[in-house]
């Protein structure tokens, strides 16, 4: 008996990603970097966040040729982005060997009623979430990983910590809860009644939570990791910053020993500018990629 | 009683942790060096070798985890820590900790979506035995002091040499404790044995 796509698979694979920093990169020679200085997988793109924010219409899928060329040029593992709801897109990057895929709102979203039905592929997907409600629909879907949305491109890390605080105080109160005060809760957070169930059993969610959107400094990694994530995605802080191999180290050793603060402040020292970073009130709702998805 | 180590610099950790506490087994969570010293057993966890073999080096742990093996101190090793302690890696000049005579090919089975899980025969533990393949290596070639504990179509995926064991798939992401039942009785045994000489 072989089965190749199972939950233990998919999510395994998410397991073994744990308290490691998975960093976007746009070409061979970042994700060389990446490889370098400790990431754990990379993440291929055609720009990063911010260059999404900046440069306005409608953000898609990468080349393929991007996603090829990285995987090429290292050995550990790929993942990619595809449209929230892009059935065709999702298909392609399974048809190339993406190792896992980001059904994320840093794209466009070519449906803005349905996400995929993840469990029809054998590729493992991460969602983004910012409450528990958001999370578990998205499990329920079978995203295999789950990350903070935050609010991505912005080198602030205010919405990561909003959505991971919520998260873990959610996932506190169902931890609580008797049994058959679950479907109430599963009404009010919008939360398939079976995954909080499986919540309450295991204590904690039946995948694994990484940080994400917003993520700029070896110490916004430690905070994440304290604040309870599994591990940290870093999309532009890395590349945008002044010196970003040293940045990338800097945030996968803080992000390994989050409870260090002396490590960290040697590690956080002389690195140079981090990313611009942009102040969330100053973004207009329709600029919020936060609030794409559902 | 028995002290066994998780190594803890990134990977399933907890999924050990939890496949690990028994009754007279005492499991501690090493980020630190100092946490080896008093060690009956170590476990290297899944997770990504490459990330892994550079914080070893960033924080010291080669030369220690070298002379842990050294003293006869049992290891486990699961997917990048078999690949860890490996004599050898397939299209590499140098293995890493080099503790298990065998040859390794790292992602020997392809990308994430040739992951798998199959039912194995593992000597002396089981011969139902759910294994988790993910991103696995393979073990190509082995001395002749290494035990093939199994394999899975023809190819090599555990292995024991005296008090080191190591195998390609995750025994940690099942509910199902033998294979590291095996591994605290090595350590049980090993410990015994350096008591009494």
């Known amino acids: ?294 | 009683m028995v002290k066994i180590g998780v190594l803890a610099l990134q990977g399933a950790v907890r999924e050990h942790v939890n496949s690990l506490i028994a009754p007279g087994v005492e499991v501690v969570v090493v980020k630190k060096i100092e946490q080896l010293n008093d060690l009956d057993g170590l476990v290297l966890p899944g997770g990504e070798s490459t990330t892994m073999r550079r914080l070893i080096d960033k924080y010291g742990f080669f030369e220690p985890l070298k002379a842990f093996a050294k003293a006869g101190k049992p290891m486990f090793g699961t997917c990048a820590g078999l690949i860890l302690m490996a004599k050898q890696l397939v299209g590499q000049k140098d293995g890493h900790l080099e503790v298990i005579d065998m040859e390794v090919e790292r992602n020997a089975f392809g990308r994430q979506r040739e992951s798998f899980e199959a039912e194995l025969m593992v000597k002396g533990i089981a011969d139902d035995i759910m294994a988790v393949f993910i991103r696995a290596p393979l073990i190509k070639a082995v001395g002749e002091d290494v035990e093939i504990l199994s394999k899975y179509k023809g190819e090599i995926v555990a292995v024991r040499q005296n008090q080191f064991l190591a195998c390609s798939f995750h025994p940690e992401l099942t509910a199902d404790a033998r294979f590291h039942q095996y591994f605290v009785d090595v350590v049980k045994e090993t410990k015994s044995k350096c008591l009494n000489v």
């Open chain 1, 1 to 294: 008996m072989v089965n190749t796509g199972t939950d233990r698979v998919k999510r395994g694979m998410a397991e073994m990603q744990k308290g490691g920093v998975i960093m976007d990169v746009i070409n061979a020679e970042q994700a060389k970097i990446a490889e370098e200085a400790g990431a754990v997988a990379v993440m291929a793109l055609e720009r990063v966040p911010s260059d999404i924010r900046a440069a306005g219409g409608v953000a898609r899928m990468a080349d393929p040729t991007i996603m090829e060329e990285v995987m090429g040029a290292v050995s550990i593992p790929v993942m990619a982005k595809c449209r929230i709801g892009h059935i065709v897109e999702a298909r392609i990057l399974e048809a190339m060997g993406v190792d896992y895929i980001d059904e994320s709102e840093v794209l466009t979203p070519a449906d803005e009623v349905y996400h995929l039905y993840k469990r029809d592929f054998t590729v493992p997907f991460v969602c983004g979430a910012r409450d528990i409600g958001e999370a578990a629909r998205r499990i329920g879907e079978g995203a295999s990983m789950i990350r903070t949305k935050g609010e991505p491109g912005t080198g602030n890390i205010v919405e990561a910590v909003r959505h991971m605080r919520m998260m873990q105080s959610q996932i506190r109160k169902i931890l609580g809860m008797s049994t058959d005060e679950l479907m109430t809760e599963a009404k009010n957070t919008g939360a398939p009644f079976e995954v909080l169930l499986q919540i309450k059993e295991a204590g904690k969610l039946p995948v694994v939570n990484f940080a994400a959107g917003g993520v700029a400094t070896p110490a916004d990694a430690a905070l994440m990791m304290q604040l309870g994530a599994d591990g940290v995605f870093v999309g532009s802080g890395i590349f945008k910053s002044d010196n970003p191999e040293k940045f990338a180290r800097a945030i996968v050793e803080a992000t390994t020993h989050f409870e260090d603060y002396e490590l960290i402040a040697n590690l956080s020292k002389g690195l140079g500018t981090a990313m611009k970073g942009i102040e969330i009130s100053s973004l207009d709702p329709s600029e919020r990629m936060q609030e794409r998805g559902w």
